[in-house]
């Protein structure tokens, strides 16, 4: 497990950007923690890490949001995912079978569904307004 500390968006942001530069195809990074949390602007970094230039927004309301000329990254949002059969008519597998890098917000309800090897990322609010505290697990490289 690696552990970390943001105090800022950016911060945030910049985590994401390390972990992106190391990501391999078919990576999955799932992610854990409330709302307003940070899980969006962690994804940004990621894209930024992978080279996309993309506007990285939050899927809410469109379940999926694919980054790159090749659907190198999607990004999903798993909060109203409930059954197997709500998984299945995401993309999630058919993305995962393409070798896309995928990060999923809400990850905890699919967490039967992830791969065993997945990245798991637990962001939750540290003392101040800004800061957040952010535990990686799974990962086999140093961010």
Sequence with gaps: MQSFVT????ETVNLGVRLGKKL???SVVAFFGGLGMGKTAFVTGIAEGMGLECD????????????GKNSELCHFD????????????????DYLDMG???????SENI???????CIKIYIEKG???NERIIK???CDFEI
């Design 100 to 106: 896309s890098v995928i990060c999923s917000e809400w």
């Design 24 to 26: 391999k195809k078919a």
């Design 78 to 93: 798993m909060y109203r995912v409930s059954s197997w059969e709500d998984l299945y008519s995401t993309g999630f597998f």
């Design 7 to 10: 105090e800022s968006y950016d």
């Design 136 to 138: 990686i697990y799974g």
């Design 127 to 129: 003392k101040h307004d």
């Design 56 to 67: 990285v927004s939050s899927p809410t309301f469109a379940i999926v949001n694919v980054y």
């Design 111 to 117: 967490e039967n569904a992830l791969p065993d090897d």
